[in-house]
């Protein structure tokens, strides 16, 4: 069982910048996609970004192309999501996870191992 470990969420105010990261608890292997997911109150959990084993293709949610970037550490079994610009709207609890199949996915049913959330707020 892979455990993932977010961390960096934060109280910041619009058009300043957090960055979250993921990390699994425990030896797992790095050929797995991993993706980033959020959820704000009252709405469904939406893709935000996701990132291949290798880290050599990325896909994003329109809503945050050009502000928000994914990248693998070195070792590949950590990933960031670097938000930059943030606004009120993105506000929401922040979700790693992973997946073993897929070489990459905004599909939130594909992945297989998820993160217990980190609290991003983005206040006017």
């Known amino acids: 069982q892979v455990q993932l470990i977010e961390s960096g969420g934060g109280l910041v105010r619009a058009g300043e910048s957090l960055r979250l990261s993921c990390a699994p608890s425990?030896?797992?292997?790095?050929?797995?996609?991993m993706g980033w997911f959020r959820r704000a109150p009252g709405k469904e959990r939406e893709f935000v970004a996701g990132?291949?084993?290798?880290?050599?293709?990325?896909d994003y949610n329109d809503s945050v192309k050009g502000r928000f970037t994914i990248s693998r550490g070195s070792a590949r079994n950590t990933v960031y999501l670097q938000m930059n610009s943030l606004k009120p709207e993105d506000t929401a609890v922040y979700y790693c996870a992973a997946d073993r199949v897929n070489p990459i996915t905004a599909q939130s049913s594909d992945y297989d191992y998820w993160g217990q959330g980190t609290q991003v707020t983005v206040s006017s």
């Open positions: 990132i291949s084993w290798t880290g050599g293709s990325t």
């Open positions: 425990g030896r797992t292997p790095t050929t797995y996609a």
